[in-house]
């Protein structure tokens, strides 16, 4: 993560406590799944005494009738068991699913409120990560971090209790080797995977944001000769992930064996005492075997505490980064207080407005006016940086406005939700994502319930009903990722038309011709004031080509607006914007005399009868 984002003070100092807070709506299936699990383990317990006494009793050769109840409850115990642990298990993961739904939404309703301006703050990968593989990890507090512990102190203490019933000294032993077992193990192997999971999240997310840059910049890794340098990146990443997962490993190992040996000693201690209980007549000798053996059993309770303890912390790591996310700024906040949402016809007015983004030091609007009445189309022209993008994110409430202000029909927007000024102004970017499905869905998600019909009207008025006709499966056509099988002019008029679908009656085109050549671009730019006719629109663009097709002209640099007018007006004016027309004339000349007459090449034999003798003084033309 970028060092700039903020953290919230309460996500760095109680993550855990965090996630256990929204984990609330399902405490009583967390409750329950304990208390399942912890019946799981009561009746194996009882299973292995009423075993034991069973044996013991039976070597006696007593009366079939004496051993009846014992049989029938070695029956239930077996039975029982498997029982509790299938509702556990249920029970367990349906709370952890239904956090993970919190979770998720919560993730992604934050990102909506970031995007875009705030996402580039953190890496995408590792933005991944955090909402994929990081959320994921966060259900292990109600799977394998809480319940164990649970049902340590309600299993432990109800054996204890038997234990001391039958024999004081063996309840005594075993309440000090589980105690041992449930605070000394897990503090270990807490101290020891503290020392190396406390990375894992992070080492995680660098080797997701690795990956992801070598897949997507694989083109240009490889063009630049740097491939081998991003997979040796992606391999030590993957190599010091391999080495803290053997770290846990052999943590959970230590913790086990620990465990093991306390359930062992325990088991003797008990003997030891049950014996000499026997010898004086306080203990018969049917009990002796249960008192031996219930220990080895009552420490199923305890032997997954030191694998829990490393869930814990490797959720605290995962909680940590999750809130960094959840708990960043939002670039424009809701407002505390919604007005209604205007009606239609609408009337966009940017006066005076003052704009800069948030990571800037410098503003990228200055004073900056723009009135969009009902079916009017305004052109922003100007040189890359002078504010054209940033007027397009201020009507859309993705950048703050310092002063001024950006009204729909005389309500401020920061008035408004941002889901509702977006209703009514949308915008297709020069990067407009095209979804990696058909090109069905991809204008679905204009409207979703959008017919065929409908669908093959849009894609008519932005010129694509000719290429559709050829596609052997027409709108069920697969456009790859990324829209890969679309060309760049194709892509853009399939963004418009998904616009054109959703009816905003407001529509920002940015740059739609930015990625063709010059007749691509000017053809396209044709073809979309032609599809947009009746709607109010603002074109931002580097070309000034067809331009005279539109109601006004705002000439940008610098951030602020240097001249205003239409077309025509403007090239009489003989100010900026004349400048910039004379200078795309004399490219698109000198592009077409390149075009039909090549510059020869002049290590070429013929070159010097293209040059001219140095004798004869000809020139080259």
Known sequence: MSADVPVSSDAARAPLGRTLCLARPVTGRLVLGTLLGAGAILADIGLMGTAAWLISRAAQHPNEASLAVAIVAVQFFGLSRGLFRYGERLVGHDAALHLLAELRVRAYVRLERLAPVGLPAFRRGDLLARIVQDVDSLQDLVIRAVPPFGMAVVVGVLTVATMAWMLPAAGLILALALLLSVTVVPWLTGRLARRR???????????????????????ELVAFGAARAQVETVRRADAELTAIAASSAGTAGIGLALTTALAGLASCGCLTVGIAAVVAGHLGATELAVITLVPLAAFELVVGLPTATQALERVRQAASRFFEVTDAPEPVPEPDVTLPQPVAPFNLDVRSVWAAYPTAGTPALRDVDLSLRPGRRVAVVGPSGAGKSTLAAVMLRFVPVHSGSVALNGTPVECLSSEGVRNVVGLVGQDAYIFGGTIAENLAVGRREASEREMYEVLDRVGLTGWLTELPRGLRTQVGRSGAHLSGGQRQRVAVARALLADFPILVLDEPGEHLDLAGADALTADLLRATAG????????????????????????????ERGHHNALLDRGGRYADLWLEEMMTERTASAAHLYPRPDTDHPMAATFRGSPDDGSRTP
């Open 197 to 219: 999971e406390s990375s894992f999240a992070e080492v995680r997310g660098d080797l997701v944001a690795a990956m992801v840059d070598l897949t997507e910049g694989a083109a």
């Open 535 to 562: 709607r109010s629109v603002m074109l931002i663009t580097h070309r000034l080509a067809g331009l005279e097709a539109v109601d006004e002209v705002l000439v940008m640099e610098a951030g602020t607006v240097i």
